[in-house]
């Protein structure tokens, strides 16, 4: 590897040779076969009914209370949509999801970042803010969080529910990564700990693919009949060739042997990059995630982040700036998006991984 | 046939017949095999590159012209949520397609209808309409129009378009219906005529399947860049699969013969429905087209049109309600929705068709 490579660590995209591209094609052409009159129609409007009774199985609920659509973050607007009153909160954890974020902010809500310990959202600082108001929801990614990678422990996972039962608002549990699980045991969704005020989401585009789109939230069935007319009114029917190959890798249990192979592919990538950031990065606090798509790194405050971005790419380096992931851009010492990095090491190679990080901290 | 059949005439939906099964699932396993690290990954937001580009030769335009999404109605949704600021008017033509309407005034605007003749919206009306005020945009559906079936001349689409530039207003042709011709030569698009206002929008959902929900337009290329943006905050990245599945059965040069096959299906569909509604309701007003899904009528005024929806239902005739395509509800004379019925012919048999208007007559 020359310095004239460029390294990019910006997006959490799968790389291609995760894609199961073989079994999907022959998904595909199985499902249209099979069921022509429904995949190939307008309808099915929540979703797939197949997909639908494979996940209510999965995650224990009535197919009634799955809603299936193209890709998670159009159901998250369509969510919000639905939701945010203008003018209403929306709390997140800060740093979060970037497109997240600008999505409760189109539709209207004021986004409140509650800043990120290693172990999840701050409770005291949730705490602080819920008296002062109470949002139309809480919006968490709670295993392996997007950008920062933090889990949130099973103590504030409880707490959480506690909280939204005593002041009334909904908690919308986001979990692309909670799969790919690289060591340690999986805590419980929110869901399983107390359903009443959450709204699971997911979507199969870290486990299968981007490109097919088919995410998936999990809700009291009002809500999904809600959500579901939004969607009507907005695309018709969902896509729903794409379902039905999902399902129909579902139903050949192809999923995981193909989520196996993804954390054997993953493993190295992710030892690579904890093992670069605590020998190159030593002053900077980071989070080192036990799954998922990112490390991240918050720069210790002396560091020089000035530009950090802008100077990264004339070395090679493609960063994301850190302050997309700040819902409070402003709001004080934990806020400083500067000096926040966000570090995706599934699509590099681990000597990839290992010369972004040095080039990372040359410029520090 | 017996009585107690239900008959249809309600969504204009393609039969199942209708859909080339077994090409579309080659498609799609040839299209995936050949690009997976395109077609299943993040990106392309405009629409799959491919498609983009032989959409741009068919309409002789550059493919930065052209943005592909998940079905046509998205795209009217993010072009109605760029376009129409809180209070404005869109014009339509009245009646008109529901779920447009619908989308419109979700989007904030005041809809106005223009009252349709048989030869397409009414200039007059127009012309009093835009002394009052200039519109967002007026959505036409200028060839075999959903709900009527009306075409619209070629002397009005150039007065429209005069009208357009004049005023100042941008002018939707929607023609999913387009190139299911049964009679006669094609008129030329807006577009052909002019294209400075003019945003074209189609899919191919009618031509090939509606569950792959594969739409596109066509416009300027500032308005292409700014709704692909609006996209990609609203789902990340269009589907791809179905679009690739799309661009695949196009390079194969199937669509052409798929088309005539679907006009030898739809023929004697359109020549039964045509017959019946002459034969069997001389009195009504009949809007018969030279191709398309719809014949539709407006009864006499003196017609027994109350709860004529429900009333049909009781002897198994299944219409939908005519008011819902009428974006004036209280309009006056030629807006009276009651008397509006819909007659999509292309998802029944011609002797379904023959019974179906005979019931309809039964109940005048």
Known sequence: MTTSDKIVLTRGVPPPEAFPTEELGACFDA???ENPAVVLQYGQQPGYAPLREEL????GVSPG????GNGSLQLQDLVSSYLIRPGAAVFTEQPSYD??????????ARTVGIPLEEDGISIERLETALEREVPAFLYLVPDFQNPAGATLSLEKRRRVL??????????????????????????PLLREIDPSNVITMSSFSKLLSPGMRVGFMISPEDLIKEVTALGEDTYLSPVLPTQAAVAEYLRRGLLGPNVDR????????????????SRELPGAQAFIPSGGFFVSVMLPEDANAQDLVGRAKDIGLVLTPGAAFFADPDEGEEADGDRFVRLPFCAVTPDQIEEGVQRLASLL
Request: aromatic residues 12%.
């Open 262 to 277: 993804l954390k054997d592919l993953y493993t190295p990538r992710w030892k690579a990059m904890a093992g670069a950031v």
């Open 162 to 187: 506690e909280l939204a039962g005593e002041y009334g608002f909904r908690v919308i549990e986001d979990i692309p990564y909670r799969k790919l699980r690289y060591e340690g045991e999986d805590l």
């Open 65 to 68: 209370e799955v809603l299936i």
């Open 99 to 108: 497109r997240a974020i600008k999505t409760f902010r189109r539709r209207g």
């Open 31 to 33: 499902a249209l076969r």
């Open 56 to 59: 209510a199985g999965e995650y």
